[in-house]
């Protein structure tokens, strides 16, 4: 018995083959560009029930495109099963096509699966005719049959892997022509296992009562289209909204590389940019511009003592108040850490730039909680101007820099407006903090000692240890100069330790002589006093070298010690119940209230030199000031200790206010290590000979 088949229907399965393999690149597609994990499985279970849906209508309306000179049905059953068959293998290839890496041998274990279970899908179909007597099939046919249904499959997977990608070029012109092909091979392998089957004469078939082969030509037909068109109008949905989630996290991917993530201030990038755009504006209408660098004073302290949080929050809290007053022409960045950048255009006139750089100082320099605690800092600000001292972006932030330096050497919280000279001094700054790393390694560090006297008898009481560098090419350099390069490169706590190495080596070195034991000063700046594990890293020192932590004081200034109240009390006190000294360095500079002292329990205080001058004027400050801290430390049990010392006539009035020692060049300059070695020997003959000269009976 043979058939024949319906032109109609057979375009039909052709068109919905084609819109089968749309659907399937189109939602392999989808699932590659899905950027959340919990909707990819709904979405490939999805896109598998379309895709089967219509692979399996395509074989329907095959099946359907031919007639027999019977009455033909399907079983219902054997037709769902052959359903779920196609929607199975529709996942396979899905999950196989959307993630991943297809390798050769993944390809082809995917499609062979694939194409088993299309073949089965297939005659599955077939089956639910449930003829009498049963199809027989030519074997060869079905063999090369399910061979291209596999090799179909293998085809269809890597299209659909290979054009999953959305940014291709014409890409859609590309998952047309590969649903075309698409199309020709599922078709082909259709009508290949048809052409498998045959027929015996006066057959019948026993399925002929309950599905209906017109009725379900109808809604196979109308399902397949109702399901493939509206899972592709359903994916193309989903793909505007991706390009406008696309085109929505390009916005922020371009704002995230042009502004500070932590400020939401433009970055160093955008600022470059703003600046040449400046510099075009100026040259076409004659329009200076000023270069604002600012850099905060005291952050590095506060961002190490309290935390990276606390130092995240007081920027933010800067970068707000460098907003303010700002014209909107105007422009604030952030370049990285603690500096940041104000363009001022349209500026005729020094004047203007100054008048910024002043707000900026007195916006900075108000009170700032963070965490219920009051922070205080400040800001070196360094000026330049275009096109004066610049003609392009390097130049005008170097010269901005340089300025800003010149601040900071100029006592900080201040501006200064760029000079040519600036240059050298920015340059050498540049030249020490590189040659500083080699100084240690080099031996060009070095020690050096200045005693401290007793004021009623003039002895040796103790000596503070001073460092100093010579440079083999530039000489001797400041303490002044090079510490706070130090301080800023991260080499003081390094240089610390060094420090407190040298010092316990020259106490080894006087005790072996049989010297005076006599107590060492060492200074601690705010970067070495806010190391977490200070005390515990001078133990370790002290207790290598084998010092008695009697021999040792540490000195701190007023503003370090104002950074954190709390953690300097317990920084005080941990030191001092290991047995060090305390004492405040340069006293009525800073904060200058004697409640503090009270607080902190310091156990010596050094008055600042610049008092000492003003005994010499016959002014009341310094007298003022050291009566009212010798009387408040006679109660607190606290040794007073006038620094700078030169005159006699000093020398005279300290002792009629009835102060413990005294530092300063009228008595000793401070002396190498092998000096105050000598000295030291000389001190101490002179104190035998004046107790032999005591025991000595008269005659």
Same mark, same amino acid.
């Given at each position: 018995?043979?058939?024949?088949?319906?032109?109609?229907?057979?375009?039909?399965?052709?068109?919905?083959?084609?819109?089968?393999?749309?659907?399937?690149?189109?939602?392999?597609?989808?699932?590659?560009?899905?950027?959340?994990?919990?909707?990819?499985?709904?979405?490939?279970?999805?896109?598998?029930?379309?895709?089967?849906?219509?692979?399996?209508?395509?074989?329907?309306?095959?099946?359907?495109?031919?007639?027999?000179?019977?009455?033909?049905?399907?079983?219902?059953?054997?037709?769902? *099963?052959?359903?779920?068959?196609?929607?199975?293998? #529709?996942?396979?290839?899905?999950?196989?096509?959307?993630?991943?890496?297809?390798?050769?041998?993944?390809?082809?274990?995917?499609?062979?699966?694939?194409?088993?279970?299309?073949? *089965?899908?297939?005659?599955?179909?077939?089956?639910?005719?449930?003829?009498?007597?049963?199809?027989?099939?030519?074997?060869?046919?079905?063999?090369?049959?399910?061979?291209?249904?596999?090799?179909?499959?293998?085809?269809?997977?890597?299209?659909?892997?290979?054009?999953?990608?959305?940014?291709?070029?014409?890409?859609?012109?590309?998952?047309?022509?590969?649903?075309?092909?698409?199309?020709?091979?599922?078709?082909?392998?259709?009508?290949?296992?048809?052409?498998?089957?045959?027929?015996?004469?006066?057959?019948?078939?026993?399925?002929?009562?309950?599905?209906?082969?017109?009725?379900?030509?109808?809604?196979?037909?109308?399902?397949?289209?109702?399901?493939?068109?509206?899972?592709?109008?359903?994916?193309?949905?989903?793909?505007?909204?991706?390009?406008?989630?696309?085109?929505?996290?390009?916005?922020?991917?371009?704002?995230?590389?042009?502004?500070?993530?932590?400020?939401?201030?433009?970055?160093?990038?955008?600022?470059?940019?703003?600046?040449?755009?400046?510099?075009?504006?100026?040259?076409?209408?004659?329009?200076?511009?000023?270069?604002?660098?600012?850099?905060?004073?005291?952050?590095?302290?506060?961002?190490?003592?309290?935390?990276?949080?606390?130092?995240?929050?007081?920027?933010?809290?800067?970068?707000?108040?460098?907003?303010?007053?700002?014209?909107?022409?105007?422009?604030?960045?952030?370049?990285?850490?603690?500096?940041?950048?104000?363009?001022?255009?349209?500026?005729?006139?020094?004047?203007?730039?100054?008048?910024?750089?002043?707000?900026?100082?007195?916006?900075?320099?108000?009170?700032?909680?963070?965490?219920?605690?009051?922070?205080?800092?400040?800001?070196?600000?360094?000026?330049?101007?275009?096109?004066?001292?610049?003609?392009?972006?390097?130049?005008?932030?170097? #010269? *901005?820099?340089?300025?800003?330096?010149?601040?900071?050497?100029?006592?900080?919280?201040?501006?200064?407006?760029?000079?040519?000279?600036?240059?050298?001094?920015?340059?050498?700054?540049?030249?020490?903090?590189?040659?500083?790393?080699?100084?240690?390694?080099?031996?060009?560090?070095?020690?050096?000692?200045?005693?401290?006297?007793?004021?009623? #008898?003039?002895?040796?009481?103790?000596?503070?240890?001073?460092?100093?560098?010579?440079?083999?090419?530039?000489?001797?350099?400041?303490?002044?100069?090079?510490?706070?390069? *130090?301080?800023?490169?991260?080499?003081?706590?390094?240089?610390?330790?060094?420090?407190?190495?040298?010092?316990?080596?020259?106490?080894?070195?006087?005790?072996?002589?049989?010297?005076?034991?006599?107590?060492?000063?060492?200074?601690?700046?705010?970067?070495?006093?806010?190391?977490?594990?200070?005390?515990?890293?001078?133990?370790?020192?002290?207790?290598?070298?084998?010092?008695?932590?009697?021999?040792?004081?540490?000195?701190?200034?007023?503003?370090?010690?104002?950074?954190?109240?709390?953690?300097?009390?317990?920084?005080?006190?941990?030191?001092?119940?290991?047995?060090?000294?305390?004492?405040?360095?340069?006293?009525?500079?800073?904060?200058? #209230?004697?409640?503090?002292?009270?607080?902190?329990?310091?156990?010596?205080?050094?008055?600042?030199?610049?008092?000492?001058?003003?005994?010499?004027?016959?002014?009341?400050?310094?007298?003022?000031?050291?009566?009212?801290?010798?009387?408040?430390?006679?109660?607190?049990?606290?040794?007073?200790?006038?620094?700078?010392?030169?005159?006699?006539?000093?020398?005279?009035?300290?002792?009629?206010?009835?102060?413990?020692?005294?530092?300063?060049?009228?008595?000793?300059?401070?002396?190498?290590?092998?000096?105050?070695?000598?000295?030291?020997?000389?001190?101490?003959?002179?104190?035998?000979?004046?107790?032999?000269?005591?025991?000595?009976?008269?005659?």
């Amino acid at each position: 018995m043979t058939g024949i088949y319906n032109p109609l229907l057979v375009c039909l399965s052709l068109v919905v083959a084609f819109l089968a393999s749309y659907t399937a690149v189109e939602v392999s597609g989808g699932l590659n560009a899905l950027a959340s994990a919990k909707r990819r499985p709904l979405w490939l279970v999805g896109g598998a029930v379309s895709m089967g849906v219509g692979i399996w209508s395509m074989h329907f309306i095959g099946m359907l495109a031919f007639s027999l000179p019977i009455q033909v049905g399907y079983d219902f059953s054997t037709t769902a *099963a052959s359903l779920f068959l196609a929607i199975g293998v #529709s996942l396979i290839a899905l999950a196989t096509a959307s993630r991943g890496v297809l390798s050769y041998r993944r390809l082809c274990v995917a499609g062979t699966i694939m194409g088993l279970g299309v073949a *089965a899908m297939h005659f599955t179909g077939m089956h639910a005719m449930q003829m009498s007597p049963a199809i027989e099939y030519t074997i060869w046919k079905v063999a090369l049959s399910v061979g291209v249904a596999i090799a179909a499959s293998m085809a269809a997977l890597w299209l659909a892997f290979t054009l999953r990608a959305s940014d291709l070029e014409n890409l859609v012109v590309k998952r047309l022509g590969a649903a075309v092909i698409m199309a020709v091979a599922i078709t082909g392998m259709h009508y290949l296992g048809m052409s498998a089957a045959n027929f015996a004469a006066g057959s019948l078939c026993l399925s002929g009562g309950k599905l209906d082969a017109n009725w379900l030509a109808l809604v196979v037909t109308a399902t397949s289209f109702t399901v493939l068109v509206g899972t592709l109008a359903l994916l193309g949905f989903h793909t505007s909204s991706l390009s406008i989630s696309l085109r929505r996290a390009n916005r922020q991917l371009h704002y995230l590389g042009t502004h500070d993530a932590l400020t939401n201030l433009p970055n160093r990038q955008q600022l470059s940019l703003h600046i040449a755009q400046a510099v075009d504006e100026c040259a076409r209408r004659a329009s200076p511009f000023a270069v604002l660098f600012i850099d905060l004073d005291g952050f590095k302290s506060i961002n190490d003592s309290l935390g990276h949080g606390v130092g995240d929050d007081l920027l933010q809290v800067c970068a707000e108040r460098l907003r303010q007053d700002l014209r909107h022409t105007d422009m604030v960045a952030r370049l990285g850490g603690d500096e940041f950048v104000i363009v001022v255009e349209n500026v005729a006139e020094v004047s203007s730039a100054v008048a910024v750089a002043n707000g900026v100082l007195q916006r900075l320099s108000q009170e700032i909680v963070v965490n219920g605690l009051p922070l205080r800092v400040s800001a070196s600000i360094g000026i330049a101007f275009y096109p004066r001292d610049g003609g392009n972006v390097d130049e005008l932030l170097h #010269s *901005a820099d340089a300025a800003m330096y010149a601040a900071k050497q100029s006592g900080r919280n201040t501006f200064r407006v760029f000079e040519p000279q600036m240059n050298h001094t920015a340059l050498k700054s540049l030249v020490l903090q590189r040659d500083l790393h080699r100084a240690l390694s080099d031996g060009q560090l070095s020690m050096s000692f200045q005693p401290k006297f007793s004021v009623a #008898s003039q002895s040796v009481t103790g000596v503070e240890a001073l460092i100093r560098w010579r440079h083999p090419e530039l000489g001797e350099i400041p303490p002044l100069e090079f510490i706070p390069i *130090a301080e800023r490169s991260g080499l003081i706590v390094e240089i610390g330790d060094w420090v407190l190495q040298e010092v316990c080596r020259n106490i080894a070195v006087w005790d072996a002589q049989g010297l005076p034991a006599i107590c060492v000063a060492v200074n601690l700046s705010p970067i070495q006093f806010s190391v977490p594990d200070l005390v515990a890293r001078i133990d370790a020192l002290i207790g290598a070298a084998g010092v008695d932590p009697c021999r040792l004081m540490f000195e701190i200034t007023e503003t370090t010690a104002m950074q954190n109240i709390e953690k300097t009390s317990r920084t005080i006190e941990a030191l001092q119940s290991r047995g060090y000294t305390v004492a405040i360095d340069d006293f009525g500079t800073g904060y200058s #209230s004697l409640g503090y002292l009270q607080r902190f329990r310091f156990d010596q205080i050094k008055i600042d030199g610049s008092f000492m001058r003003d005994l010499d004027d016959g002014g009341q400050r310094g007298s003022a000031l050291l009566s009212a801290v010798v009387t408040l430390a006679r109660a607190l049990q606290i040794e007073v200790v006038a620094e700078g010392v030169e005159t006699e006539s000093q020398f005279r009035t300290l002792g009629e206010l009835a102060c413990d020692q005294v530092q300063g060049f009228l008595l000793s300059r401070p002396l190498p290590a092998a000096e105050f070695l000598a000295f030291l020997r000389c001190a101490a003959d002179r104190i035998v000979a004046t107790e032999r000269a005591c025991a000595t009976p008269t005659a």
